[in-house]
């Protein structure tokens, strides 16, 4: 119509005289174009032999962890049992913790299987997610085989499941937090498979305690790769000692003199660089320096993050957001300084060392457009950018080939958190971003800036060792009872008033029976304990293995509906959330 500058009044008068016919033809917004695939991708020798075994173990069993290291080609493993699968006129569901991973991945399995991959997350508009929702509900010549998604994926309506296959299963991406339903995907795609009799394949390098424990308590299968592949070598890894390098006057704003150095050789050779940071924004928090004033957030209990791009201190919280002002709202003085720093403050740094050369972000602020992802990845693999600055998203199963240098800004960020579970999500997200270096011929290297430089964890990573890491904080766990040898519970109870809040927090505990209960932790303030002007507390319930679950609920359920049949506490949220980490 546009090249014949006619209208549609115009093509409906041809019709009418029989000059032309008006066809009506769905168009779907999410099968691409019919495109030729190609071969799968030989698998090596040490890839056959772990597939094999997969299939072998899998015959008598339903879940089986292929522990791989970083590199060791684990997707083409996961690409050939598809095909497996798919011969047997059977449907895949392929996890993902990350949106940024279906980017890449897609791109792969599109090329083998074509029009049978579908791929689902957040990022799509409604009409696309209803779409491939009809479309696997059809289960005729158009439903797609297999999908690709992240965590809500496994409430699409499958009719005839063979496998799920859970990439990165240690990621805390699969929990959903808020709002309900609270589930884990990797510990509800195992439920789901049984209603198919469908197979499991967990993958990582870096399994969580609980899935490790699982495979030697018989309860899981597991296949080792423990071979890049093309017999790469892992990455060297280096510990920068912080504190020696502030001592000497080796510190460049944020950067060492030895990371800097071999960033300015890297960058010399053409090769690549990722570095990570695990916080976005400019700075958590900017303060006067005459007054020690610190802008916190109306509605949270929590400073505003200093976001320069913008001029604004914002809440990662509520989304509360001001205008910075150039004087402190306290005593009025220009003596105002941003503390600690972000992604968007190293990209700034990045740039004045290294003026000649092409930096990015990827965290949340650069991502947020529906094809964000796909951008930054694909400018990255072009070698469009020599410097990409990241949160945890640069840590999930990104593959590129030339990266010859991966730098951590500040480990003791990582292990020093508040939490059962620090050591271990510490030990796995530098295993993994580490696994970003060196994916060719050429061996990467790894540098890590820390003020304990003799933590422990740093030893086991130093090796790659996780065997050492796993046998170390099992024990830890068995003796201080947590998980795996116990289940968790966290009760968190709301309210607007800090002190009913407080009161039936305290009513709740002395209801709960300590029979029926291993131990009971609290009620505590969390370290966030006001957000969007509602206050919380937690009460944490460690459940013995032996102890009936049914009775258990009954038990917590009951505390609970006698708390807030009481008039003062009517209009207290009390939620539970069954294995909250």
Not at 232 to 257: G, N, T
Request: glycine content about 4%.
């Amino acid at each position: 119509m546009q090249t014949t500058n006619s209208s549609s009044k115009i093509i409906h008068e041809l019709e009418k005289k029989e000059h032309i016919k008006i066809i009506q033809k769905n168009i779907s917004r999410v099968h691409a174009e019919t495109q030729e695939t190609q071969a799968i991708k030989s698998l090596d020798t040490n890839q056959t032999a772990a597939y094999e075994e997969i299939k072998q173990k899998l015959t008598h069993s339903n879940i089986c962890l292929l522990h791989g290291v970083t590199a060791s080609g684990k997707t083409e493993v996961y690409i050939t049992y598809m095909q497996h699968i798919l011969s047997q006129g059977k449907q895949v569901l392929y996890i993902v913790p990350e949106i940024a991973l279906t980017t890449q991945i897609i791109t792969r399995l599109q090329k083998v299987f074509g029009n049978k991959v579908g791929i689902y997350h957040s990022r799509l508009n409604d009409n696309e997610r209803i779409e491939i929702w009809n479309t696997l509900r059809t289960n005729d010549d158009t439903t797609f085989q297999i999908i690709l998604g992240v965590r809500s994926s496994i409430f699409l309506p499958f009719s005839n499941l063979g496998a799920i296959i859970i990439d990165e299963e240690h990621e805390t991406s699969f929990k959903q937090q808020d709002p309900a339903p609270r589930y884990n995907a990797r510990d509800t795609a195992i439920v789901l498979a049984s209603f198919f009799n469908a197979k499991i394949i967990l993958g990582s390098a870096t399994p969580s305690l609980e899935t490790y424990f699982n495979v030697l308590t018989k309860k899981y299968e597991m296949v080792e790769l423990f071979t890049r592949y093309g017999n790469f070598e892992m990455p060297e890894i280096s510990i920068i000692d912080l504190a020696k390098a502030y001592k000497r006057k080796q510190m460049y704003r944020h950067f060492s003199k030895e990371l800097l150095t071999h960033i300015y050789h890297n960058l010399e050779q053409n090769k690549q660089i990722i570095l990570f940071q695990n916080r976005r924004g400019y700075s958590p928090f900017i303060e006067c320096e005459n007054c020690g004033d610190v802008p916190r957030c109306k509605n949270c209990e929590v400073s505003l993050t200093y976001h320069k791009s913008k001029y604004e201190l914002s809440c990662h919280y509520c989304g509360y957001t001001i205008s910075l002002k150039k004087t402190c709202n306290v005593c009025k003085s220009s003596n105002i300084v941003a503390k600690g720093f972000g992604t968007e403050k190293i990209e700034e740094e990045l740039q004045a060392f290294f003026p000649n050369h092409t930096i990015a972000r990827m965290d949340l602020d650069t991502t947020r457009g529906k094809h964000g992802f796909s951008k930054l990845i694909y400018a990255f693999e072009q070698k469009e950018i020599d410097i990409l600055i990241g949160t945890q998203m640069v840590t999930k199963g990104l593959d590129f080939e030339n990266v010859g240098l991966v730098g951590i800004l500040n480990a003791d960020n990582l292990l020093n958190m508040p939490d059962f579970r620090a050591f271990e999500r510490g030990f796995q997200l530098m295993v993994q971003v580490a696994g970003r270096a060196g994916r060719s011929e050429a061996p990467g290297k790894v540098y890590i800036q820390t003020f304990s430089p003799n933590h422990p964890i740093f030893q086991h990573v130093l090796t790659h060792n996780y065997q050492s890491f796993f046998n170390e904080h099992i024990l830890e766990r068995q003796t201080f009872r947590y998980p795996p040898f116990v289940r968790l519970i966290r009760i968190l109870i709301k309210h607007k008033s800090k002190e009913i809040c407080s009161e039936a927090a305290d009513m709740l505990v002395t209801l709960i029976n300590p029979e029926k209960i291993e131990q009971i932790l609290g009620p505590e303030f969390p370290p966030i304990e006001r957000v969007q002007n509602v206050y919380a507390k937690h009460i944490l319930l460690k459940i013995s293995k032996r102890i009936s679950y049914k009775e258990t609920r009954i038990t917590i359920e009951t505390a609970i509906a006698s708390v807030v049949a009481q008039k003062d506490f009517s209009r207290v949220v009390i939620q539970c959330d069954v294995d909250p980490y």
